[in-house]
């Protein structure tokens, strides 16, 4: 009898300790909200210095118009990217200093090599599902100005183009085994 109260106790200890710690993982309204003011703060500071970009305002406008659907931890990831683009795009208008041209054209280089890898493998059936996901975030990390990490998921992205055509490639002849064909 001793055994069961003090597995059942133990058990009640492990869910209250679970619930709030989920409860400390939830993304709330007021979270979002903040991002978006955040985001928003960011982009007319930017304004101010003639260096706001239209996509991220569409991006501001994008986690606003989750809102309503309750999608707040998406709005919230959409409302960063946006805030850190502008916050970018701000430093170096106002920072005097000449972007590093060479980190920007190595990570361009590497996320167009990512999307013609890809292409290639979509051409011919072998496309991975997160690829395209990839090359967008790569892409949304080098306009906020984090060129290495950009490059790293361009190259990761690549990668998966060539291994996804590869597969294809192989298995372009592959058939049914006869027990699956069905016969006449």
């Known amino acids: ?32 909200e903040r991002a978006i003011a955040e985001a928003k703060a960011a982009h007319e500071k930017a304004a101010s210095v003639q260096a706001a970009s239209p996509e991220t ?7 606003e118009g989750l809102l309503p659907s309750r999608q707040y931890t998406k709005a919230v990831g959409i409302a960063t990217k946006a805030k850190m683009q502008d916050t970018f ?3 170096q208008a106002t920072s005097g200093e ?14 167009a090599d990512a999307d013609a890898a890809r292409k ?14 990839m090359i967008k975030t790569a892409a949304g990390l080098a ?9 790293e998921l ?5 990668r998966q183009g060539e291994l996804g055509y590869a597969q294809s490639m192989n298995e372009k002849d592959a058939g ?3 027990y699956v064909v069905a016969k006449p």
């Open 143 to 151: 306009k906020s100005g984090r060129f290495e990490e950009a490059i």
């Open 89 to 91: 795009a701000y430093e």
């Open 98 to 111: 000449e972007p590093d041209t060479e980190a920007r054209d190595a990570a361009e280089q590497a996320i």
């Open 57 to 63: 305002a569409k991006m501001i406008e994008t986690a």
């Open 120 to 133: 290639k493998a979509a051409a011919v059936g072998g496309e991975w599902r997160d690829t395209a996901k």
């Open 1 to 32: 009898m001793k055994i069961c109260r003090f597995s059942a106790g133990r058990l009640i200890v492990a869910l209250l300790a679970a619930l709030m710690v989920t409860n400390a993982w939830a993304t709330h309204r007021s979270e979002a």
């Open 176 to 178: 049914f085994p006869s």
């Open 154 to 158: 361009a190259e990761k992205a690549r």
